[in-house]
């Protein structure tokens, strides 16, 4: 059984950054790719950002490309996701997923990914 563990949500204000990291664990890691959805309240769930697990290869949501770095420790079968320039608007519930359907591509679509964490909440103050 995958485990998906998050950590690392709480409160900032805007302009000021957080960083989320997500631990794999259980079966021997073998997905392609994790990667970052949130849900806001009242909206749906979207995606952030995902990484390529054996190449690396990054791909961002257009609202957080800049300011949202995501990466990961291979050796530690963890992904971290750090936020900079926060706003408002990017006060959510974060989840973090893993899964991928190829090894050199960076998926982006919720039905690309096969296990979830239990989601970790990033509040953002004005």
């Known amino acids: 059984q995958v485990q998906l563990v998050e950590s690392g949500g709480g409160l900032v204000q805007a302009g000021g950054s957080l960083g989320l990291s997500c631990a794999h664990s259980g079966r021997t890691f073998s997905s392609d790719a994790m990667g970052w959805f949130r849900q806001a309240p009242g909206k749906e769930r979207e995606f952030v950002a995902a990484?390529?697990?054996?190449?690396?290869?990054?791909y961002y949501a257009n609202s957080v490309k800049g300011r949202f770095t995501i990466s990961r420790d291979a050796a530690k079968n963890t992904v971290y996701l750090q936020m900079n320039s926060l706003k408002p608007e990017d006060t959510a519930v974060y989840y973090c997923a893993a899964g991928g359907r190829s090894s050199w591509s960076v998926p982006s679509r919720q039905s690309e990914f096969d296990y979830w964490g239990q989601g970790t909440q990033v509040t953002v103050s004005s």
């Open positions: 990484i390529n697990w054996r190449f690396g290869n990054t």
